[in-house]
């Protein structure tokens, strides 16, 4: 009998372990940095239905460890299998939820019904319903997760100086990404969408046991994104809606001009895509907005129909440990876009935005393209706490460098260092070329990656001009710029082995720039070595090693030369290893 009921004690126990809570069910692998999905049947609805599932309830759960506390946002799943089934009704609500501790999690759940509570900050506001006040516990394992999947490193948020890290390793992330097409999710095989992308030639780039959904859809865009994976590149642009913009062909309610009801099957679908850029380190760069439709909800200010998109996409995406959220794509007004939101509608947008999110995600925003329109937009944001970075358009490649390192300065010296992209080269209608134009890449990789990453910047974004055939929006096929993010691979993964936490851009070096760790780490970027290069190590100390690195190969650590070089004054470089001096190098001294 005792051995019967210690049998029943470990099978409780056990059940509690694999996620069997009160009310509901929780769905996933209990490990750190695993999306959970806690389940619930409740009220039977539809995205049609008179009482609008999406804003007449709100359904959230609290989840504790410790002195931890994350309150998520839930959302209407139809019959919670939309993706597969296209559902558009059911009974089906879900709280996705990632731990980022691994030990015992407590959760209590609050479900609400009432006029608009989906965007109601009271705590009290409606009436409870249904499983109102489930509560449960799960214990969560460490991850086992290797390699570039974000389970294995944790979610990426803001460090403490200009770069972003991984939680769990404190890993620097330099990022190097696709920009275009900007509208990705105008794919032919979503549901509600206009059929737009094929992505046609990355259907080989498919691996077998990938996701689909609905028998085997999905696998060009998922083939597309696996080519980038193969290439070293680490992110992905992209809009979640452009209704009254460039590509009108982009959006997660369930019709174009529709504000307050959701495509769910759609959503979930994005959801899988999601998911398996998580799974081979993709970051989702989430442009919630484009300049031609910033005041599209609620005329550019803070109101319904404003808080309820961002409470959908952040209650079923902002799970996501590669997740960007930006707030708005050349976002601001000038002299060609004079209808835009105003310095305090950005504010008010960005503070209600971080308000609303619960894992720190990273939060930035994208600017338009003229120096002059940096000063107006951003001036006013530095300082903001809410705000995370800097997603810079430039319109000259060669202001790579000066935007990259006057940004870098100012948002210092307000106290809120920010991380410093630039993620759209100009001019717009050309951006970064194809394969067939290999000089203007060159002049990409020596105006605008390498002086970004010695100017203290934390990467780049590639942007297909709009008058090329492979543009931002007619893009089809990311193997035309194979080269471009070979280069760009070279550089994220050199820089990403540095400490840049410690390292600081300092004017020491002649015909370049330089970024270092003084008395024990510089590295100089030299735009040409025709001319003798001098390195001023006045404040450093004892003998230091020279190593050469070339930006097109990506071949590391080789001898020029001069193989070694004392501190304590300025001293000659010598000659780079292969004798093409009007190439342009990166060497370091350490």
Not at 240 to 267: A, I, Q
Not at 320 to 348: A, C, D, Y
Not at 349 to 357: G, P
Request: hydrophobic share 35%; glycine share 10%; with cysteine.
């Amino acid at each position: 009998m005792k051995r019967r009921m210690k049998d029943i004690l470990l099978f409780l126990l056990f059940g509690l372990m694999v996620g069997q809570v009160y009310g509901g069910e929780i769905v996933g692998e209990l490990k750190q940095w695993h999306t959970l999905t806690l389940t619930f049947e409740g009220p039977t609805t539809s995205e049609y239905d008179t009482l609008n599932p999406f804003l007449s309830y709100r359904l959230q759960a609290t989840f504790s460890h410790g002195d931890t506390k994350i309150t998520v946002p839930g959302y209407f799943a139809a019959d919670g299998q939309a993706a597969e089934t296209s559902a558009r009704s059911g009974n089906q609500w879900h709280v996705k939820f990632v731990p980022n501790l691994p030990g015992n999690w407590e959760y209590k759940v609050s479900f609400r019904q009432g006029k608009n509570i989906a965007i109601d900050d009271r705590v009290d506001a409606g009436q409870p319903i249904s499983f109102d006040g489930d509560s449960g516990s799960f214990v969560v394992a460490t991850s086992d997760k290797r390699g570039r999947d974000f389970r294995a490193k944790g979610r990426l948020t803001k460090g403490q100086g200009h770069y972003p890290v991984f939680e769990g390793t404190r890993e620097v992330f330099v990022k190097g990404g696709a920009n275009s097409p900007e509208d990705l999710l105008a794919y032919y095989e979503f549901d509600g969408t206009p059929k737009k992308h094929r992505y046609d030639n990355h259907a080989d780039d498919y691996r077998e046991g990938d996701v689909t959904w609905q028998k085997g859809k999905g696998k060009n865009l998922i083939g597309s994104l696996n080519y980038l994976y193969s290439k070293g590149i680490n992110a992905v642009y992209f809009l979640t809606m452009n209704v009254m913009g460039d590509g009108k062909n982009v959006w997660p309610w369930t019709e174009e001009h529709e504000r307050y009801r959701f495509d769910v099957s759609k959503l979930a679908q994005w959801e899988l895509v999601f998911s398996h850029m998580d799974q081979i380190g993709l970051a989702q760069h989430v442009i919630t907005q484009e300049t031609e439709n910033e005041n599209l909800l609620d005329i550019g200010k803070v109101g319904i129909q404003r808080k309820l998109y961002y409470r959908e996409l952040i209650a079923r995406f902002g799970h996501h440990l590669g997740l960007v959220w930006n707030m708005g794509e050349e976002n601001g007004i000038t002299n060609w876009s004079p209808v835009g939101q105003t310095e305090q509608m950005r504010e008010e947008m960005i503070n209600y935005f971080r308000s609303v999110e619960p894992y720190g995600n990273l939060l930035v925003i994208h600017t338009l393209p003229n120096l002059k329109d940096h000063e107006r937009t951003m001036t006013p944001l530095l300082g903001n706490r809410s705000l995370d970075g800097v997603s810079f358009q430039i319109h000259h490649p060669h202001d790579a460098y000066k935007v990259t390192t006057e940004w870098r300065q100012k948002s210092a010296d307000a106290g809120q260092p920010w991380v410093i992209w630039i993620d759209e080269i100009g001019p717009a209608k050309i951006g970064a070329w194809s394969d067939d134009r290999p000089e203007q890449q060159d002049t990409v990789r020596k105006e605008v990656i390498y002086p970004n990453l010695i100017g203290g910047g934390a990467g780049i974004e590639h942007y297909f001009g709009y008058k090329q055939k492979h543009s931002d929006l007619s893009s089809e096929d990311w193997k035309v710029r194979d080269r471009l993010w070979e280069m760009t691979e070279h550089a994220i993964s050199y820089f990403g082995q540095l400490p840049l936490q410690d390292m600081q851009p300092l004017e020491l070096v002649t015909n370049g720039y330089c970024l270092a760790k003084e008395n024990e780490l510089y590295v100089c970027y030299l735009t040409d070595t025709r001319d003798e290069v001098v390195l001023d190590l006045s404040q450093a100390k004892g003998k230091l090693s020279v190593y050469w690195f070339d930006p097109i190969t990506g071949k590391s650590d080789l001898k020029g030369s001069v193989r070694k070089v004392k501190g304590g004054a300025k001293v000659v470089l010598g000659t780079p290893p292969s004798g093409y001096p009007d190439q342009d190098w990166l060497v370091k001294i350490e």
